[in-house]
């Protein structure tokens, strides 16, 4: 089973920029949809960007065109590169690794079957 480490949030003005990395070990993320979900305070936790073992990729309305999502093989890590940061991206990020995804809003989604801890991001005005 994939073991998921992330890093990389942190504090930053609004119209910022962050780069989250999520790290696997014990099995390759090649293999899987991996995708990033938020929770912030109060709200449920919700998908906003996967990428699928084939490269397709998906983004949530609400980070499309500022948010990009990859992944390095070689160093079996997921990124997600938050550019234009905006108040309300503050919340609990969390990379999440899958063996199968759903179709669904006109565009794939990962099923998340392993979890990374949480990384803050909080972005002020």
């Known amino acids: 089973q994939v073991h998921l480490v992330v890093s990389g949030g942190g504090s930053v003005q609004a119209g910022g920029s962050l780069r989250l990395s999520c790290a696997a070990s014990g099995d390759s993320v090649s293999r899987y949809c991996m995708g990033w979900f938020r929770q912030a305070p109060g709200a449920e936790r919700e998908e906003i960007t996967s990428?699928?073992?084939?490269?397709?990729?998906s983004y949530a309305d609400s980070v499309k065109g500022r948010f990009t999502i990859s992944q390095d093989n070689a160093k079996n890590t997921l990124f997600l590169q938050m550019n234009s940061l905006k108040p309300e991206d503050t919340a609990m990020y969390y990379c999440?690794?899958?063996?199968?995804?759903?179709?669904?809003?006109?565009?794939?989604?990962?099923?998340?079957?392993?979890w990374g801890q949480g990384t803050q991001v909080t972005v002020s005005s």
């Open positions: 999440a690794a899958g063996l199968s995804k759903r179709w669904y809003g006109g565009t794939w989604h990962c099923t998340p079957g392993s």
């Open positions: 990428i699928g073992s084939d490269g397709w990729t």
